[in-house]
C-alpha cells in the first residue's frame, strides 16, 4: 500500500488560498486513484474531491466546485489541492487518500494520510 504524507495547511482569512500537498511513498503511486477528503469540527470526514491516475478524471464536491482543483504529479509522487476562496465553512481537518478504483477512492479508500489542519477565519 502507499503510504501518505500531508503538508500546506495553516491559518487563512476567508477569500485567501491555501495549497496542501501529498507526498506518495512505497506502493505504485502512478496507478492510485487519489483523492482528498476532510473532516469538520463535530462533524463526519467527507469527500473533496479524486483525480484518475493519468489526470483525466476528476470530481469534485459540488461544496468546493469553482474553488478547489486537485492535480497530481506522477513523476514526483505529489498529489495537490489548490483552494481558492476560502470560506469559514472550509474549516477542516484535510486528508489525502487512495485506492485502486475512483468509486473506492471517493467512498471508501485504502490508505490515508494522518491529516492536516486548515482554519479559515471570517
Known amino acids: 500500500q502507499v503510504q501518505l504524507a500531508e503538508s500546506g495547511g495553516g491559518l487563512v482569512q476567508a477569500g485567501g488560498s491555501l495549497r496542501l500537498s501529498c507526498a506518495a511513498s512505497?506502493?505504485?503511486?502512478?496507478?492510485?486513484?487519489m483523492g482528498w477528503f476532510r473532516q469538520p469540527p463535530g462533524k463526519e470526514r467527507e469527500f473533496v474531491a479524486a483525480?484518475?491516475?493519468?489526470?483525466?478524471?476528476?470530481n469534485y464536491a459540488d461544496s468546493v466546485k469553482g474553488r478547489f482543483t486537485i492535480s497530481r504529479d506522477n513523476a514526483r509522487n505529489t498529489l495537490s489541492l489548490q483552494m481558492n476562496s476560502l470560506k469559514p465553512e472550509d474549516t477542516a481537518v484535510y486528508y489525502c487518500?487512495?485506492?485502486?478504483?475512483?468509486?473506492?477512492?471517493?467512498?471508501?479508500?485504502?490508505?490515508w494520510g494522518q491529516g492536516t489542519q486548515v482554519t479559515v477565519s471570517s
Open positions: 483525480i484518475s491516475w493519468g489526470g483525466s478524471i476528476v
Open positions: 512505497g506502493g505504485t503511486f502512478s496507478r492510485a486513484q
Open positions: 487518500a487512495a485506492a485502486g478504483t475512483m468509486s473506492l477512492v471517493r467512498t471508501t479508500p485504502t490508505s
